[in-house]
């Protein structure tokens, strides 16, 4: 690609918020998502037992990437901001922060390949979910891929777009290759899946550290470590209790159902859960301009900027979800496999309950600014005692249904507390309309649409999904007609 090319890009991008904005979140949504994209590969070349257990291996990657290096990479989310002004202070702190992550994973992840198959043999009910070879694999991509994270999140706050772009399709395009080769050409199965995972990770690192020359340092500032620890520490208990409200159903219903039932709900659970992608993605997008609005309280027309901001977040999941159906509803043009049509009966609320997760992630966003890490965590564990508790009465019996409903419950409650302590310790004038009507609006319309087509015509799913497509991304549409109109007057 030409320089100049290149130039007026970054330019454009520089000028125009909302390019950075959307680019931001395209890709990280992307680098996740390609999991989904691979669906077809994956339900292919494995059994609906072996997707179980892939499944089961990327939550606990999920895990792992929060204990491993004490998730020191949170710490560039908010503490880039105290030396953001000063270009020696912020190289230093991203050298720091890089290799004390380096040190503390290696130490970590020797105590867990020590004990590993231990608590692989206290967790997981089925002899096939094993330690050595898949714990392995997934322990090192864990460890490799929370440290890279540091690195990322430095390019999306510095806003260097074609850095952040390059390095993140680069590793995009080696997990999808290493993939296909180890799953389709080398018939590896479930452990070929994790190994190309791993063996991208490896390139990536590698080519972090030829690229950024400085970003290793035998000697970081302790200071820096021990204001950035003091951040994450605190923070850790949420991100334990936020990842068991999002993946630890799986654990749960594990213990009471097959590999083959976990299969089913993972593949309900990897569509339904570009929701909650999507707006990790968004938010990890929007997130350097709506820190700066807060922290600079002169900022003109602030008020309007973060309602716009606001409405980008709550408006693109809702936008995700007639698209996210309609594949659900079609899912045996993608799958011959009759087992994994089950998941018809499940998306509608499926989609509901990962939605009301998407306020919980606005409000803890005024949360992370102020710091109230400790604030998160309390309010998290109230949550996780409500779905832990609905947890064991309902999936013994409901299995499935029993994993959703308790989701809803958890995420309903988290929500709820999470908007009431951010407005109380950091206020935010929300405009009403934007998160609570409409998506409220929709989602009647939704089930509303299912009755309908469902109960009262008797039409097939198939037919439900094409229908309920239509109706709602129409009045989506012109619901959010005017945003452009917004964004024009605010930023141009």
């Known amino acids: 690609m030409p320089p100049s090319f290149i130039n007026r890009f970054q330019e454009a991008a520089d000028r125009q918020p909302l390019i950075g904005m959307m680019v931001?979140?395209?890709?990280?949504?992307?680098?996740?998502?390609?999991?989904?994209?691979?669906?077809?590969?994956?339900?292919?070349?494995?059994?609906?037992?072996?997707?179980?257990?892939?499944?089961?291996?990327?939550?606990?990657?999920?895990?792992?990437?929060?204990?491993?290096?004490?998730?020191?990479?949170?710490?560039?989310?908010?503490?880039?901001?105290?030396?953001?002004?000063?270009?020696?202070?912020?190289?230093?702190?991203?050298?720091?922060?890089?290799?004390?992550?380096?040190?503390?994973?290696?130490?970590?992840?020797?105590?867990?390949f020590i004990f590993g198959e231990r608590l692989f043999d206290s967790v997981f009910s089925s002899d096939d979910v094993v330690f050595y070879p898949y714990g392995c694999y997934i322990l090192l991509y864990a460890m490799l891929q929370?440290?890279?994270?540091?690195?990322?999140?430095?390019?999306?706050?510095?806003?260097?777009?074609?850095g952040f772009v390059f390095i993140t399709l680069f590793q995009i395009i080696l997990v999808v290759g290493f993939q296909m080769l180890f799953i389709l050409v080398l018939e590896r199965g479930v452990g070929g899946a994790l190994l190309g995972m791993l063996i991208a990770n490896v390139i990536t690192t590698v080519v972090i550290i030829a690229i950024e020359k400085d970003i290793i340092t035998l000697k970081p500032d302790m200071s820096m470590i021990r204001s950035a620890l003091s951040f994450t520490v605190p923070l850790m208990p949420y991100l334990l209790i936020y990842w068991f409200l999002t993946k630890g159903g799986k654990f749960?219903?594990?213990?009471?159902?097959?590999?083959?039932?976990?299969?089913i709900f993972a593949l309900l659970i990897q569509i339904t859960g570009v929701i909650i992608l999507l707006t990790e993605a968004v938010v990890n997008g929007i997130r350097p301009f709506l820190f700066e609005l807060y922290a600079d309280q002169q900022e003109d027309r602030r008020s309007a900027k973060i309602d716009l901001l606001t409405q980008i977040i709550i408006s693109l999941p809702l936008i995700a979800i007639p698209v996210i159906i309609l594949i659900g509803t079609h899912i045996d043009l993608i799958t011959s496999k009759s087992a994994y049509w089950e998941i018809t009966t499940y998306?509608?609320?499926?989609?509901?309950?990962?939605?009301?997760?998407?306020?919980?992630?606005?409000?803890?966003?005024?949360?992370?600014?102020?710091?109230?890490?400790?604030?998160?965590?309390?309010?998290?564990?109230?949550?996780?005692?409500?779905?832990?508790?609905?947890?064991?009465l309902l999936v013994p019996i409901y299995e499935i249904w029993g994993v959703i409903w308790s989701t809803m419950i958890a995420n309903g409650i988290l929500s709820l507390l999470f908007y009431l302590s951010a407005q109380r310790r950091f206020y935010v004038p929300?405009?009403?309309?934007?998160?609570?009507?409409?998506?409220?609006?929709?989602?009647?319309?939704?089930?509303?649409?299912?009755?309908?087509?469902?109960?009262?015509?008797?039409?097939?799913?198939?037919?439900?999904?094409?229908?309920?497509?239509l109706v709602l991304s129409i009045g989506l549409a012109l619901v959010y007609k005017p945003f452009i109109a917004g964004y024009k007057r605010l930023y141009m």
């Open 146 to 162: 929370e440290v890279n994270v540091c690195y990322y999140t430095f390019l999306k706050n510095e806003k260097n777009l074609l």
């Open 252 to 263: 749960i219903l594990e213990n009471y159902a097959d590999l083959r039932t976990v299969g």
């Open 24 to 112: 931001y979140s395209f890709v990280g949504f992307f680098r996740p998502a390609i999991y989904i994209f691979l669906l077809p590969v994956y339900l292919s070349a494995l059994s609906e037992s072996e997707y179980g257990l892939f499944d089961l291996m990327m939550i606990t990657g999920g895990l792992l990437m929060i204990v491993v290096t004490l998730r020191l990479s949170a710490a560039m989310l908010t503490h880039y901001y105290d030396y953001y002004k000063d270009e020696t202070l912020k190289r230093k702190f991203l050298s720091s922060l890089f290799s004390f992550s380096i040190l503390i994973a290696l130490v970590v992840g020797l105590l867990l």
């Open 430 to 469: 929300y405009s009403l309309a934007t998160i609570f009507v409409v998506p409220g609006f929709f989602f009647l319309m939704l089930f509303g649409l299912s009755y309908l087509c469902l109960t009262v015509l008797g039409l097939s799913w198939s037919a439900f999904g094409l229908i309920q497509f």
């Open 347 to 392: 998306l509608t609320t499926a989609c509901l309950a990962g939605y009301l997760l998407v306020h919980a992630k606005l409000y803890y966003q005024q949360l992370i600014f102020v710091k109230g890490s400790n604030t998160i965590t309390l309010l998290s564990f109230v949550a996780m005692l409500a779905f832990g508790t609905a947890l064991y």
